[in-house]
């Protein structure tokens, strides 16, 4: 028999630990794949990952497919600017690789939804080895890790994760760069940062970024020259990402919701102290206990009892800065996600700029307190790995701990919450007692003469079996095992089948007036590619659409016209003196309504202030193509006129007549306007904001920089 050459042995023992956390993640949320004859649709990809994500990401897909970068969106809100979203994942590398290689369906949106969770726990797992784990040590944090609660909680919030998978190459970064020192490892880390800009959720990005900051500081000392290679790590990863950066700034401050939220939602959407108890019984996650009521994807804290074991080892039984500086990022985080729970919180919101952005405590700081205790189990897997025989008695010990404090918890609830609590864990007992039993044997593993490889196979098996389990439970809305009927399935593959695919072909331009605010599940209108004026985006909307849709000039976006001819003009001094004249009943339809601080031509601006025509014998305007990004008019007057079109004014909006640029200014508060002679007019109008054109270049220079560093750097190597 012929032997098996080293090197397949070398690329088999490699692969092996990625092999385990795919069984692991098939373990876990292996429904999300599986296919039944009519396909399978699970609750985990409903509500806001089917209502809010997925229409995004069809859009995204349709217009990449017809070769149209989309800068614009004209589907929500009657149009607003799409690459500085960060939550239409428009830069995400996984949403592009799926568009190129797929285009975006149900069942793509389920595989991706699985390789993300898949990719978490190798993010872990490359983290973990970056601080000197071992292979098992480190499999072990990973599967602990794609199994935590804010995956299984807030699986529906597609952003959100796709932000805390990313998070642990940061800190592998940051570590990595603090150990090595060269411009290089800061170059390879600025890829990390950018891959979570991209992700899709701002907050949580900003603060990941902040906390593993504080992080690097701790661990660098005092060492002015580590510092010097973290700040060129944090500011190339920033730079590399400006195309999206700089544009959502812009977009955040011509938005609402920019200062944050009120005290009273951060009441709402911080973590109760009594779900606290999920960290050892995740399956109370599903348990609303009363008078505390919270949805299940902000109340999940679970790792399970594996992870939570081995993260009190490493407190209990190790020593040293590193503990002490996870230790306290761990306590600070679960200070942020308790929210005005608080005094701490309420204090650092009024100091701190950074949190009183955040509006979610219990989702964005729950995250980084589950990704450090998943971090800190990891460390104590090693530690547990690596003690030798003397050191069993220190297990013990912790052991008994974590049994009377996972006891003295339960004694808790069930005295506060009664039945309900023993409900609760009654149908879990058997499969509890047995995962105490197994832990109980790894704490004793060196006094029962357990040899090291099965141990190590014992600890990673109990990691794999509990996740499996506990995964399954139903957290309400968001079950990870319950299919949806398959009648459900063939209704949304037929919908899918049907919609039109080229954003460049739209027949449909008359809007469709929906209540406002609107739900979510409005969306849809990305869906079908009709323009409406019910698209959603809590968090980013327009304040100029906003205000007209507070006032009477709303009926303007729903009536069926593209391009209105206006003969007479009105200026005023500001923007309030034209929300103010719009109030008192102005007719939008003969008077245009005109900032004078919003025309930057003087010559344009006499013209606006004397201009006074009669109004035509003939006009007719048409559009001749539509698409994310351009618009094409034809118009035909027999007079100057003022053109009101029907389309949300917005910076980085640009008409021009036969290549040469004309001003397009803001109209009636919210429109976009502009000034026209007599004749055959054939207009183009082209978004491309100025903030989207410099944040592209930086990002290009600085991606440039990197890879000169890189190459720098291999070249110094190799002499």
């Not at 490699?14 to 039944?36: C, D, Q």
């Not at 799409?82 to 797929?102: D, G, K, R, T």
């Not at 005295?415 to 009654?426: C, L, Q």
């Not at 040469?660 to 978004?687: N, P, V």
């Amino acid at each position: 028999m012929k032997a098996i050459p080293i090197r397949y042995i070398k690329y088999g023992r490699a692969a092996l630990p990625f092999v385990v956390l795919l069984a692991a993640a098939y373990l876990a949320y292996g429904a999300l794949i599986a296919r039944g004859p009519s396909g399978n649709f699970t609750h985990l990809a409903w509500n806001d990952l089917f209502h809010f994500m997925y229409p995004r990401l069809i859009f995204n897909s349709d217009s990449l497919s017809s070769l149209t970068f989309p800068l614009w969106n004209p589907y929500i809100y009657s149009g607003m600017p799409w690459a500085s979203n960060p939550q239409a994942c428009l830069f995400h590398p996984i949403c592009l690789i799926v568009i190129l290689f797929f285009g975006y369906s149900l069942a793509a949106l389920q595989i991706q939804l699985f390789m993300t969770f898949f990719l978490s726990g190798v993010s872990m797992y490359l983290c973990l080895r970056s601080f000197s784990c071992c292979r098992t040590a480190s499999l072990i944090g990973g599967i602990i890790f794609l199994g935590c609660g804010f995956f299984t909680g807030n699986a529906q919030h597609f952003p959100q994760i796709n932000t805390l998978a990313c998070v642990p190459l940061i800190f592998m970064a940051v570590n990595k760069i603090l150990a090595r020192q060269t411009l290089s490892a800061s170059a390879w880390g600025a890829f990390a940062i950018a891959l979570l800009v991209f992700s899709g959720y701002p907050t949580m990005m900003a603060n990941s970024l902040a906390i593993l900051f504080l992080f690097g500081i701790a661990k660098s000392g005092r060492s002015i020259a580590s510092l010097r290679y973290l700040l060129a790590f944090f500011l190339l990863g920033l730079a590399l990402s400006s195309v999206l950066l700089l544009p959502a700034c812009e977009n955040a401050m011509l938005s609402m919701r920019t200062t944050g939220a009120s005290v009273t939602d951060l009441a709402i959407t911080s973590l109760d102290p009594n779900y606290l108890a999920t960290i050892w019984f995740p399956y109370f996650a599903s348990f609303n206990f009363p008078g505390h009521p919270m949805n299940p994807y902000l109340s999940n804290c679970g790792i399970g009892l594996v992870g939570l074991f081995l993260a009190f080892y490493y407190l209990i039984a190790r020593t040293g800065r590193l503990k002490w500086t996870l230790g306290a990022l761990l306590v600070l985080s679960a200070i942020l996600m308790l929210g005005t729970r608080t005094p701490v919180y309420m204090a650092l919101r009024k100091f701190i700029p950074l949190i009183r952005y955040v509006s979610h405590p219990a989702m964005d700081y729950r995250a980084l307190f589950l990704f450090f205790m998943c971090l800190i189990a990891g460390l104590g897997a090693q530690e547990l790995i690596s003690r030798r025989a003397k050191d069993s008695a220190r297990a013990m010990i912790v052991f008994a701990v974590f049994l009377i404090s996972a006891l003295a918890v339960f004694v808790y609830l069930r005295a506060s919450y009664g039945e309900g609590v023993y409900r609760v864990t009654a149908g879990h007992i058997y499969f509890l007692v047995a995962l105490m039993l197994g832990l109980a044997i790894v704490a004793a593993s060196a006094r029962l003469s357990l040899s090291r490889a099965s141990f190590c196979i014992l600890l990673i098996l109990l990691s794999c079996l509990e996740i499996h389990y506990w995964v399954k439970a139903d957290f309400s809305f968001n079950s990870t095992v319950t299919p949806v009927d398959d009648t459900i399935w063939a209704s949304m593959k037929q919908q899918e089948a049907a919609r039109p695919r080229n954003v460049r072909k739209n027949a449909v331009f008359q809007r469709k007036m929906e209540q406002y605010p609107v739900e979510y599940d409005r969306n849809r209108a990305m869906f079908y590619k009709y323009f409406s004026d019910s698209g959603y985006d809590h968090a980013l909307i327009l304040k100029y659409y906003d205000d007209i849709m507070r006032s009477p000039a709303k009926a303007l976006l729903t009536e069926d016209w593209r391009i209105m001819p206006i003969y007479e003009t009105r200026i005023v001094d500001g923007e309030q003196d034209v929300l103010s004249a719009i109030r008192e009943g102005a007719d939008l339809h003969r008077a245009a309504l005109v900032n004078r601080r919003d025309i930057h031509d003087r010559q344009l601006l006499q013209a606006l202030m004397n201009f006074s025509t009669r109004e035509p014998r003939s006009f007719s305007a048409r559009v001749v193509s539509y698409s994310p990004n351009s618009i094409v008019y034809e118009v035909k007057t027999d007079n100057p006129a003022i053109l009101l079109f029907n389309e949300i004014y917005y910076p980085g909006w640009r008409l021009f007549e036969d290549g040469h640029r004309r001003e397009l200014f803001r109209i009636d508060h919210a429109f976009r306007g502009a000034y026209i002679e007599e004749g055959t007019h054939r207009l183009r109008m082209i978004f491309m904001p100025l903030s989207f054109i410099i944040g592209f270049f930086i990002s290009a220079v600085s991606l440039a920089l990197i890879f000169f560093l890189i190459r720098k750097n291999k070249k110094q190597l190799i002499r």
